[in-house]
């Protein structure tokens, strides 16, 4: 995928690897860096499939579907959310186990 492969030349040669990854604050500064390499008119892009994403999810009744939405959205925002929400889910499962 050409976008995926943009996107990590971009973070290769906005953060090298002598500087940090996340702030002494938890932030995560290789996310900021790629953003800051992107023209305005790709940010603009992302930020438009983001309201296009949220747009679409809006009212999802479920954090399986909003993972299939995801997956099928496919830019790089939702690809890079995709991981926090399956454990998420997993998170959820476990504690509905224990409730039992």
């Known amino acids: 995928?050409?976008?995926n492969r943009d996107f990590q030349n971009r973070l290769r040669r906005?953060?090298?690897?002598s500087e940090p990854l996340y702030?002494?604050?938890?932030?995560?500064?290789?996310l900021i860096r790629w953003m800051l390499s992107l023209t305005p008119?790709?940010?603009?892009?992302i930020?438009?499939?983001?309201?296009?994403?949220?747009?679409?999810?809006?009212?999802?009744p479920s954090l399986e579907k909003l993972i299939e939405l995801k997956?099928?959205?496919g830019s790089e925002?939702?690809?890079a959310t995709l991981p926090v929400l399956r454990q998420t889910l997993l998170e959820?499962?476990?504690r509905r186990g224990q409730k039992k």
């Open 23 to 30: 702030s002494e604050s938890g932030v995560d500064l290789t």
């Open 92 to 94: 959820k499962g476990k």
């Open 77 to 79: 925002m939702d690809k």
């Open 71 to 73: 997956e099928e959205l």
């Open 47 to 60: 930020l438009q499939q983001t309201v296009r994403s949220i747009l679409r999810v809006k009212g999802c």
């Open 41 to 45: 008119a790709e940010r603009l892009q």
């Open 1 to 3: 995928m050409k976008e």
């Open 14 to 17: 906005s953060s090298p690897i």
